[in-house]
């Protein structure tokens, strides 16, 4: 048996005027996912439990079956997974990213999408100017990065379950005063972050920046800390080996937690311009070497935050084409199958933030009996009786035993 899981990021939502009062998934033209509904059925979850946050880092560990209610820490110490980051007992991670913040209000999570580079020659002055030993900036892919906390049993870090943080790309075009971290071992964020803009305000790189008009990295916004969180393999829990296909650090780091190989694709972004195609063809041709083949697209999700209804539409379209169609052709061409389509969260384009909530699912494939329905959207959804209060138990109910 073969499985092959599609994961849209964010692309759930609300009827939009734009759209004569469509979701972005009934406006799309999706034949390929409403092929797959048709051919099973569709159904809702919700992986994101009270009182975590609405995010991808619950979501997906909720989507790939296990509790996050048990098991999550934070965001951090799974995108420190990805990139192979040993953390120590004590020692703690804390997502950093690289924003725009003007007249205190969050005008863009990405810094303008500063390169790689950019941002590594960033961070290296931050480290210069920072005289904590404990401390250590960890360059990623563009804005998102991470600081380390080496912390010790004498020396522990002074954060806590209890420290609270929020996302930036929850503050777009909002005013930040009231988000800034705050609880146990939040004074040394808070002046990490004050020491950046200082670090930032004249280098070379926003100097550059301002030149080519483009926006200028202000400072780091630290967010999502925790200490890795202990998962079970996924092939002891179903005797099955998994690859991930993603151009995220936190799915690359979840799937690494798990005991999955991560696929690296040319041409994946975790943007707008990913190459859909390479990801198509990458997942089938990885069916041949793996029971367990999941596909995960960021797209609809940053086009969310960017508050762009077509540009969420056209992803939704170029996933249908050029992932789900291979992908459930070739499965019905080997044998034995299952296909899943399903999004982490809902994230909608009025708020340009992760929320809590249903998310529609349809799956088809070897002893799946059809439901009857013909569209994979919310609407239709809504009316299934198929639904998974607590998400993590969708992978018990999707792996055939």
């Known amino acids: 048996m073969k499985y092959a899981i599609v994961i849209p990021d964010g692309c759930a939502d609300e009827p939009q005027p734009s ?27 919700n992986h994101v439990p009270e009182p975590l946050p609405a995010g991808s880092e619950t979501a997906n560990m909720s989507l790939l079956g296990y509790d996050p209610l048990k098991h999550f ?11 192979g980051i040993h953390l120590a007992a004590e020692d703690w ?21 500063v390169s790689t580079e950019e941002a590594a020659q960033l961070l290296r002055s ?72 200082e670090v930032f305000r004249d280098h070379p790189v926003n100097q550059q920046r301002r030149a080519a008009g483009k926006p200028v990295a202000t400072n780091v916004w630290l967010w999502g800390l925790g200490q ?19 151009a995220v650090d936190l799915l690359r780091g979840l799937a690494r937690l798990i005991g999955w190989q991560v696929i690296e694709v040319p041409g994946a972004t975790g943007y707008l311009d990913t190459d859909y195609a390479a990801k198509g063809r990458y997942a089938v041709e990885a069916l041949e070497r793996f029971d367990v083949v999941c596909v995960h697209i960021e797209a609809p999700d940053e086009a969310s935050h960017e508050g762009n209804v077509q540009a969420k539409v056209e992803s939704l379209e170029q996933i249908d084409r050029h992932i789900v169609a291979p992908l459930y052709e070739a499965l019905k061409a080997q044998g034995e199958f299952r296909i899943l389509v399903t999004p982490d969260h809902p994230t909608p384009l009025r708020t340009k933030m992760h929320s809590r909530g249903w998310v529609p699912l349809a799956a088809a494939g070897t002893g799946i009996a059809p439901d009857q329905s013909t569209r994979y959207d ?24």
């Open 19 to 45: 759209l004569q009062d469509r979701t972005p998934l009934q406006a799309a033209r999706t034949p390929a996912m409403d092929a797959v509904a048709q051919a099973g059925v569709v159904g809702r979850a």
């Open 73 to 83: 820490t934070g965001r951090a110490p799974i995108e420190a997974a990805a990139q």
């Open 93 to 113: 991670a804390v997502r950093c990213n690289l924003v725009t913040i003007q007249d205190q209000v969050m005008r863009d999570f990405t810094a303008g999408h």
């Open 126 to 197: 931050l480290q210069e100017a920072v005289d904590l030993p404990q401390v250590e900036f960890r360059p990623g892919v563009s804005y998102r990065n991470l600081m380390l906390y080496r912390g010790s049993a004498e020396q522990p870090a002074p954060f806590s379950a209890d420290t609270r943080t929020t996302a930036p790309h929850d503050l777009t075009d909002q005013e930040v005063v009231d988000h800034y971290p705050r609880g146990p071992g939040s004074d040394l964020l808070v002046r990490l972050m004050q020491q950046s803009v």
């Open 228 to 246: 890795t969180p202990q998962l079970e393999p996924f092939a002891n829990r179903f005797g099955l080996q998994g690859a991930m296909i993603t």
């Open 378 to 401: 919310e609407p239709t959804a809504e009316q299934a009786p198929l639904e998974f209060p607590e998400g993590w138990a969708m992978m018990d109910w999707f792996i055939a035993k």
